[in-house]
């Protein structure tokens, strides 16, 4: 569609004839505790716990703790990497900057190998899940002769069906855009924690009852490495030659344990002030928590459960360490059950993790031209980036498919990308303090400088040891280092040809009006052209904006302005950004998106102003917009997932949150048939019934005989019953008063719905 001569009118241009779109730099973020930052780190991180002793001690033999509890002190190493690059918060994101520093093929290279991670730890969490599932299973049929323990096969099977139906839950989770909640990630990691001390405080007490000795020393004599542990280099007299060789294939075999590295990137935007002190604290939390949970777990494994047994359950440890514990076998059945429930939260919750932070990184290299426009289509019904969620989720599945269940084929094709990753990160973080040098917040210590040039001593060693310990699992991997390399220039193919795609298709575009992008810092009248006491019409998917129809159908010429704001939501990516670049915010999908607009706005003569912001919460971001706006009203669509009820709580929920400060807005939520839902938003007075009126007049005239001569008002009365319930509550009733007002409310409801 071209530019009409109405253009100028409807998009509020400044007289060169192309629609103005204010494009908002500063995001309008929500923000979390470092608690809360820790626990969506460690439902990622912590649930390699589950399987990372095993997996490792299945190629290494029993001095594996060693190595997994070297792997998890390393692991601060790496994070103070994370802290440094999230501490950059380049301009459009770490990706950019990388791809400037190191060039456009090692940058694709670099997303690449992250995605094999992302999509990789999907099935291994959700198959280990499984198999923690058929474990208890079968131990039960065993305790309770019911039946006969479930057969290795039969094990497989229900670890790869569960991971199956928990994938497609999440699945259809994210194709309906229902958010991570930082909230239920704290009461995970609050019911692993009462796990993890009940676990640590029997095992201590086991230990010492048996005198259980620690695992043999990690010394290249004590390893075990057998030929599916030495991989190609099986025959090969250098693992025994030098000794380091074969510590660094032991730590290849236990790289597992510091999986999901990566998400701490992923919420750092979401830390609030003082952000890195902040970050610092989530990290050591992290650190801490992890340390302790996940080494002890292996040391207890092999000090506790016989060697005869053990081998049996290297993909269930912890299940098998419960059932090796001292005491009563009903109390250790009770144990086992509850670790089950905590691991499969924690294993499904990292499910999610991998589709949410998957979404995340397709859809900024999408932002980036690397990947086309189609990726990022808005689904029909939901708004969100369907096309990406089921692209992700189809090769997850496919994954689980191949594995049919098995842990440890996961675990080496899993280790490819955490390796690989983390080693492109560091190499990034390096390169970038000679292609970007100045001051930083913070630097991985131990800087040196030499006639001036900085000598990042830190810095170079932890990448130097990520390589080698990378290298050295392409020669001890095979199966994974072909899976891996063969996944990784394919995506790499599909990237460089969709880019070249992109950009020879930029001319497609011309059909949809051209825009003139303003930035500004914040999004105030001024800047977008509107008065105060505007209308408010948030917009995410050119496939529902009846509710802007509604609007401009209604509104008279002159005297009130329309702003049409579109919310790009910034998605968890591991990529720590700023700000986003005006061609980040502002795609093609976003001018499809305002080309309808302008088109519903030309139709009907009217004019409209249109504004793009940033945030990481939908409701609190269009709030805020409203807010910097002065809007008076704020119009909606009905959301796809919720009912009015509930959207219109979630909205009322992102109010509260706003500050001190909280506008009140006139909030209309319109429906596909053309009804319409009124609320205020703020305190206001309530919309009484006409019972309810004659009931406090009721009230009001009884009173008021008996009070006589003094004088009661009916808003006497109000306050006087308010303070009465205000009362209960504060004398510890409260439950008596919800279950009043909760026979109140179905008393009600009941009146409402007709029998049949």
């Not at 629609?19 to 991180?45: E, K, M, Y």
């Not at 949970?293 to 494994?301: E, K, P, Q």
């Not at 991985?444 to 990042?456: A, E, S, T």
């Not at 409209?608 to 709030?623: F, H, M, P, Q």
Request: charged fraction near 15%; aromatic fraction near 10%; proline fraction near 4%.
């Amino acid at each position: 569609m071209s530019s009409s001569s109405n253009t100028p009118a409807a998009a509020g241009s400044r007289g060169n004839g192309i629609p103005r779109v204010i494009v908002a730099t500063t995001a309008l973020l929500t923000f979390i505790s470092f608690w809360r930052a820790a626990a969506i780190v460690l439902n990622d991180l912590a649930s390699s716990a589950y399987y990372a002793g095993g997996e490792a001690e299945g190629y290494i033999g029993k001095t594996a703790p060693w190595f997994i509890l070297a792997i998890m002190l390393f692991s601060y190493a790496v994070r103070a990497v994370y802290v440094e690059s999230c501490s950059m918060f380049v301009r459009g994101g770490v990706y950019r900057a990388v791809k400037q520093s190191l060039g456009g093929t090692l940058a694709k290279f670099s997303v690449s190998a992250l995605m094999f991670d992302y999509i990789l730890t999907g099935p291994i969490s959700g198959v280990a899940a499984g198999q923690y599932l058929a474990g208890l299973i079968s131990e039960l049929l065993q305790y309770s002769h019911l039946g006969n323990p479930l057969t290795p096969n039969q094990v497989d099977f229900i670890a790869a069906s569960f991971a199956i139906l928990v994938t497609v839950y999440f699945w259809w989770e994210n194709t309906k855009g229902i958010p991570e909640s930082s909230e239920k990630a704290l009461v995970i990691m609050k019911l692993v924690t009462v796990m993890v001390v009940l676990l640590i405080a029997w095992c201590i007490y086991t230990a010492i009852l048996r005198h259980s000795p620690l695992p043999p020393w990690p010394h290249p004599k004590n390893l075990r490495l057998n030929a599916s542990a030495l991989g190609w280099l099986a025959g090969s007299p250098l693992p025994h030659m030098f000794g380091i060789i074969a510590i660094f294939i032991a730590l290849g075999h236990s790289v597992l344990a510091m999986s999901g590295e990566e998400s701490l990137a992923q919420v750092y935007r979401e830390i609030e002030s003082p952000k890195l002190p902040n970050l610092k604290k989530a990290g050591l939390v992290i650190f801490v928590y992890s340390l302790v949970f996940t080494s002890l777990v292996s040391f207890f494994a092999v000090m506790i459960i016989p060697d005869s047994v053990r081998q049996s359950y290297l993909e269930n440890l912890i299940g098998g360490l419960a059932m090796s514990l001292h005491g009563p076998l009903i109390a250790r059945l009770i144990f086992h059950a509850f670790v089950v429930v905590v691991g499969t939260l924690i294993l499904a919750g990292a499910v999610n993790t991998a589709i949410v932070g998957s979404n995340g990184v397709l859809n900024r290299v999408s932002e980036d031209g690397v990947l086309s426009s189609w990726f990022r289509q808005p689904h029909p019904r939901f708004g969100t980036s369907y096309r990406i969620i089921n692209i992700v989720v189809g090769l997850q599945i496919l994954t689980i498919f191949i594995s049919r269940g098995d842990v440890t084929f996961l675990a080496n094709l899993y280790a490819f990308g955490v390796i690989w990753s983390f080693t492109m990160n560091g190499l990034a973080v390096l390169v970038l303090r000679y292609t970007r040098p100045g001051v930083r917040e913070f630097q991985v210590p131990f800087n040196f400088y030499i006639r001036g040039v900085q000598i990042p001593v830190g810095l170079s060693l932890i990448t130097l040891t990520l390589f080698l310990i990378a290298v050295v699992n392409l020669f001890t991997k095979p199966v994974a280092t072909m899976a891996g390399g063969t996944f990784s220039i394919l995506l790499f193919i599909v990237f460089t040809i969709s880019e070249r795609r992109a950009h020879r298709g930029g001319a497609a575009h011309m059909e949809m009006d051209q825009f003139n992008l303003e930035l500004e810092s914040e999004l105030t009248p001024e800047a977008v052209g509107a008065r105060a006491g505007n209308i408010l019409v948030p917009v995410s998917n050119h496939f529902n904006l009846y509710h802007l129809g509604n609007v401009l159908d209604r509104i008279k010429p002159g005297r009130r302005d329309v702003v049409v704001l579109h919310v790009r939501l910034l998605r968890r990516s591991a990529s720590g950004e700023n700000e986003l670049d005006a061609d980040q915010l502002f795609g093609s999908i976003e001018q499809h998106l305002f080309s309808q607009a302008l088109s519903m706005a030309e139709k009907r003569g009217k004019s409209i102003r249109l504004a793009v912001v940033a945030s990481n919460d939908l409701w609190e971001g269009i709030l805020r917009a409203g807010a910097s706006l002065q809007s008076s009203t704020i119009v909606i669509g009905r959301s796809a997932k919720d009912n009015t009820e509930e959207q219109a709580r979630q909205i009322g929920d992102a109010w509260e949150k706003l500050g001190d400060i909280k506008p009140q807005f006139n909030l209309e939520i319109h429906l596909p048939n053309g009804d319409k839902i009124y609320k205020v938003l703020g305190p206001h007075a309530p919309n009484l019934t006409a019972n309810e009126v004659n009931l406090l007049h009721r009230l009001w005239l009884r009173f008021s005989d008996v009070l006589a001569p003094q004088e009661l008002h009916h808003h006497d009365v109000v306050h006087f019953a308010l303070e009465e319930v205000k009362k209960e509550i504060e004398e510890g009733k409260e439950d008596a008063v919800v279950t009043r007002l909760r026979a109140h409310l179905d008393a009600n409801q009941s009146k409402r719905t007709p029998s049949s």
